[in-house]
């Protein structure tokens, strides 16, 4: 009953006001403490290598130097003037007569039907796709994830189409076909797959990398987009990942980092890869001059964003001493770190030999550092996207890669993009595994004698 003396009401209402802020405090205080639970004690996602494999096209495919030169010159497609360039290029490029081109490439005039695409597709990802899975005992069912890559093949059905109805997978596989991302497309499925993995858990994924060659040669006269006639060859890497904790025990490498970079804002980086039409209403892929320029850019904000993760105090110390010395005028570079603190080994995309050479100065690596990058290629060419995977199953041939290495991926694209992905070798590797690189793998690096004997054995 309410009394009729108003301070005998206030007097009343104390306790209940007091009770109910100290409901207020300890429920937010329960908030508080779940919120801050799961972001410091959730379990963290960890992405799991389990394996991969490379295409290794056969011996009959291989296009001499010689004789890709004298197929272009039969095929009465090209003036003089672009015969002589493309030759030059060709035996300035790195590439040796072992990388390989598709059967439809070796045809006069070379086949760039639709038909033709699909048959190089099928050639590289199912066997690749047959070999992973059968080294594994993998049941096609028990795929939960498929992403591929292939920037300039984007028929319909889909290339995971093709995957899923060749080997029979789940209606409720969770697939995408990324198309139009360039080189360094191999990463960027891998990042798509890290997203999934996080919220869905206890999954296998697939992963396919690849570009297709023969629908893509450009029969025109602009010297810009003849580069890219003379440097893509054939090849194609499967790749499989894991977020179960089963699969820690047998997987080969652990994801620790992966940093994406686009500076596609700007248009000298946006313009420096891109496919187009020329004078003549021929479509080509043209390669600008600042090409080696742009990539710089874009990795040195890759590096910026990476370093503090991955590198020591000491190095970062020195870096930023550097940057205020600089700052004050006191020296004019800046510090670059040693990465080589940081890991064991380096994947950098073979694009060619301008962009191993330019990342090997802009991050002071040694010549063996490189040394997988230019040893793939020169075997295989550039193999687009799938080329970061040759380069690490080069590592793990030569015995190389050992239980707690950190490998260092750096792909370029177009866009422009450059992506970052560290792993962590977990496993012993054997290196006596069958791979690409198990045939031939004596006769590398590749040097003065060591070009001949391998010309040679080729020959034989």
Not at 316 to 327: A, P
């Amino acid at each position: 009953m309410e009394s009729s003396f108003p301070f005998i009401n206030q007097a009343l209402l104390i306790p209940q006001t007091f009770t109910s802020f100290h409901h207020f405090l300890a429920a937010s205080a329960c908030v508080l403490i779940a919120v801050f639970g799961y972001y410091f004690f959730k379990p963290r996602c960890i992405i799991y290598l389990i394996d991969f494999s490379c295409y290794q096209p056969p011996d009959f495919l291989r296009a001499p130097v010689s004789n890709f030169i004298e197929h272009l010159t039969i095929s009465g497609v090209f003036d003089q003037e672009s015969l002589d360039l493309q030759q030059k290029i060709l035996e300035r490029s790195g590439i040796s007569d072992d990388a390989s081109v598709p059967a439809a490439v070796h045809e006069i005039p070379p086949n760039a039907s639709l038909s033709a695409a699909r048959e190089e597709t099928h050639e590289i990802l199912f066997s690749i796709v047959e070999d992973l899975f059968s080294k594994h005992k993998i049941d096609p069912k028990s795929i939960d994830i498929l992403v591929s890559n292939c920037s300039l093949f984007c028929p319909s059905p889909s290339i995971t189409s093709m995957i899923i109805n060749k080997f029979g997978m789940r209606s409720n596989i969770k697939s995408f076909s990324l198309s139009g991302m360039g080189c360094s497309a191999g990463i960027l499925s891998v990042n798509l797959v890290k997203d999934l993995m996080k919220i869905h858990g206890d999954s296998l994924a697939l992963v396919l990398s690849m570009e297709a060659v023969s629908p893509n040669g450009y029969r025109g006269k602009c010297k810009s987009m003849l580069i890219a006639n003379t440097i893509f060859r054939m090849g194609g890497a499967a790749i499989l990942l894991s977020n179960r904790k089963q699969d820690m025990h047998k997987a080969k490498y652990e994801l620790q980092h992966l940093i994406r970079t686009h500076v596609g804002s700007d248009n000298e980086s946006y313009e420096s890869v891109m496919q187009h039409v020329d004078e003549e209403g021929k479509v080509g892929v043209a390669l600008s001059k600042q090409l080696v320029k742009v990539a710089s850019k874009a990795l040195k904000i890759n590096v910026v964003e990476l370093g503090p993760r991955v590198l020591p105090y000491s190095e970062q110390l020195k870096y930023i001493i550097s940057y205020i010395q600089r700052k004050w005028g006191m020296h004019k570079e800046i510090y670059t770190p040693n990465f080589k603190k940081a890991f064991e080994h380096f994947c950098i995309h073979a694009g060619g030999r301008a962009i191993i050479e330019g990342v090997e100065k802009h991050l002071k690596l040694d010549k063996e550092d490189v040394e997988a990058s230019r040893s793939t290629l020169y075997r295989y060419g550039n193999t687009s996207s799938s080329s970061l995977w040759y380069e690490l199953q080069y590592l793990e041939a030569k015995g190389r890669m050992k239980k707690g290495d950190k490998v260092w991926q750096i792909g370029f694209g177009s866009g422009f993009k450059a992506n970052s992905a560290v792993w962590k070798c977990i496993s012993e590797i054997d290196s006596r595994g069958r791979n690409a690189w198990s045939d031939r793998i004596h006769l590398y690096p590749v040097c003065g004698d060591a070009s001949s004997a391998l010309k040679t054995e080729l020959l034989s």
